[in-house]
């Protein structure tokens, strides 16, 4: 670890820059971004939305040694912010027949899948990302507590007339125009912290 952390300095309570580290590894920082350049100058980790950085350090013979950073929830409430009428497309991977087991097998053994649901008349729809959760038959609160529940949930969309909920580990920012659409019974949230 020491020559992978020649000099470390803390810049914000969700950043940590990394200056003359060793490229031949990475610390592997979970809940957080690694951001590097190609030569290894300057290297930053940054926590994820909802996550708050933290390093222990200790003095052992007059040097202070660093542990991995980690990123932690932070304890906030959520609010949501809607927009009717807005859905995110292209997440389906296939539709088809089957049984819940047959459903819940396609999604295990396709790298791809993320989620998938069952509807009502057997069909089994595979989901991708950024999809990381569904939920079918449900109504638009419980789809806001599970999204509240999970650190993971950035977003999510609840169609009404299908009682579908969409999780999604994205923003509204990380996608393009060319990632939305607009359809009536539609409505997406973004989770923010307060």
């Known amino acids: 670890m020491n020559n992978l952390l020649c000099s470390v300095l803390l810049l914000a309570v969700t950043t940590l820059i990394l200056i003359d580290a060793d490229c031949s590894t990475y610390p592997a920082v979970k809940n957080a971004y690694l951001n590097k350049d190609d030569q290894c100058d300057d290297t930053s980790i940054t926590c994820r939305r909802f996550f708050k950085m933290k390093q222990m350090a200790k003095c052992e013979d007059g040097e202070w040694q660093y542990q991995e950073p980690v990123c932690e929830p932070l304890e906030c409430d959520y609010v949501y912010v809607y927009t009717e009428k807005t859905y995110v497309k292209n997440i389906i991977i296939e539709v088809k027949k089957r049984t819940k087991q047959e459903c819940n097998e396609r999604c295990n053994n396709n ?9 009502s008349d057997g069909e089994c729809f595979l989901y991708k990302k950024p999809i990381v959760a569904t939920f079918y038959n449900v109504d638009q609160s419980y789809c806001i507590t599970k999204c ?21 580990n994205v923003t509204r920012d990380d996608l ?9 019974g539609y409505i997406m949230a973004e989770k923010f912290c307060q």
Do not use: F
């Open 111 to 119: 790298t791809q899948c993320t989620s998938s649901i069952l509807d």
């Open 176 to 184: 393009t125009d060319m990632d939305i659409s607009n359809y009536d």
């Open 148 to 168: 509240s529940e999970m650190n993971e949930c950035l977003l999510l969309n609840y169609i009404s007339p299908s009682k579908v909920c969409y999780l999604y």
